[in-house]
């Protein structure tokens, strides 16, 4: 972009500043009879080259004129503007979780290992959000409060282990643990998403109770009801030594969850295998998303100096030789 294009109506100037300069040059200085012997000389390779100045002299005056109108630089930027959303991940870690009744990369693992790779995930997609993680089973455990930092939530999820805290399934204290990390929050939009594979049957606090609470607080509860709602291979250790696996019921009160949603304007979700895991938490991340206001704009930088300095140089090149052997004209 030329702040001043005009000024390259200066270039048609050129041709004159040229013959000004060297064509009065180009006349006979000598005059001789017979100009037929000259043409016999040799003639010298600085002869030849002479025109060099006349055309060191153009370009030199043509990239100054370019610089004098102000080329300049375009820089495309923007602005982002995106609401501002907290929210917290309630894992449940009670033994429940050692269920296998997964499979990941075509292998059997328990549903531990697929929540927290799904959770992951998740946490990866989010990455312009306030997350925490906490860890529950009898009693909940903050394994991380708000953080943008997600590097460090994917360590801290590296560290959750089945039964890291006491066995149970409190859910109602979980959530209001969840509700404690939100509690000074002043984003627009405050998330928690709860995943449980048990029934609560411990805690100090009941999951509706803990529900009206967040509903009064303006948070949303999505739940997650993880794994099969009948007989699942728990493993065992072998008195013979090794592992075998029993079954075992293993349900959870789907009813609560739904209860627990709908009190709070979040949406119930059933998880019977990986697949349908991963697609919960995108429906999820696709929920939970505001609207990004992008403001456009172009910044310029003066662009002249190379310009200006290049035609010097050609100019002081140019006089250089025309006062050395170059300029020295029959």
């Known amino acids: 972009m030329l702040v001043y294009p005009w000024v390259l109506v200066l270039w048609l100037l050129i041709p004159a500043l040229i013959w000004l300069r060297y064509g009065r040059r180009g006349r006979a200085t000598l005059r001789f009879s017979d100009h037929r012997i000259l043409r016999q000389l040799p003639g010298s390779w600085v002869a030849r080259a002479r025109f060099i100045l006349p055309v060191l002299y153009a370009v030199g005056l043509a990239l100054i004129i370019y610089a004098l109108a102000r080329p300049q630089e375009g820089l495309a930027e923007s602005r982002v503007n995106r609401e501002a959303i907290d929210m917290v991940l309630l894992i449940d870690v009670s033994s429940s979780m050692l269920a296998e009744d997964f499979y990941?990369?075509?292998?059997?693992?328990?549903?531990?290992?697929?929540?927290?790779?799904?959770?992951k995930e998740f946490i990866r997609m989010r990455r312009d959000d306030r997350i925490a993680v906490i860890a529950f089973a009898g009693v909940p455990y903050v394994m991380a409060p708000l953080t943008f930092d997600t590097g460090w939530l994917l360590q801290?999820?590296?560290?959750?282990?089945?039964?890291?805290?006491?066995?149970?399934?409190?859910?109602?204290?979980?959530?209001?643990?969840?509700?404690?990390?939100?509690?000074?929050?002043?984003?627009?939009?405050?998330?928690i998403v709860l995943l449980t594979d048990g029934v609560n049957n411990t805690g100090s606090i009941s999951p509706e109770n803990a529900a009206r609470a967040a509903a009064a607080l303006g948070v949303r509860v999505h739940a997650i009801g993880t794994g099969t709602q009948d007989y699942a291979p728990f493993p065992v250790r072998d008195p013979f030594g090794g592992r075998r696996y029993v079954q075992q019921l293993a349900v959870f009160d789907e009813e609560q969850l739904t209860r627990i949603a709908d009190?709070?304007?979040?949406?119930?979700?059933?998880?019977?295998?990986?697949?349908?895991l991963t697609r919960i938490y995108e429906e999820i991340d696709a929920l939970e998303r505001t609207e990004i206001e992008v403001?456009?704009?172009?910044?310029?930088?003066?662009?002249?100096m190379p310009f200006l300095l290049l035609g010097l140089a050609l100019l002081a090149v140019e006089q250089v030789l025309?006062?050395?052997?170059f300029g020295r004209w029959p």
Request: proline fraction near 0%.
């Open 104 to 119: 990941l990369d075509g292998r059997r693992v328990n549903r531990m290992e697929v929540c927290l790779h799904t959770a």
């Open 156 to 191: 801290q999820v590296n560290r959750i282990e089945i039964a890291m805290v006491q066995d149970g399934t409190a859910i109602g204290s979980a959530i209001a643990s969840g509700l404690n990390r939100l509690r000074d929050s002043e984003a627009e939009s405050r998330v």
């Open 263 to 276: 009190l709070t304007g979040g949406q119930y979700f059933h998880a019977n295998d990986t697949e349908a």
């Open 295 to 304: 403001e456009e704009f172009t910044r310029f930088e003066e662009a002249f």
């Open 322 to 325: 025309a006062l050395a052997r």
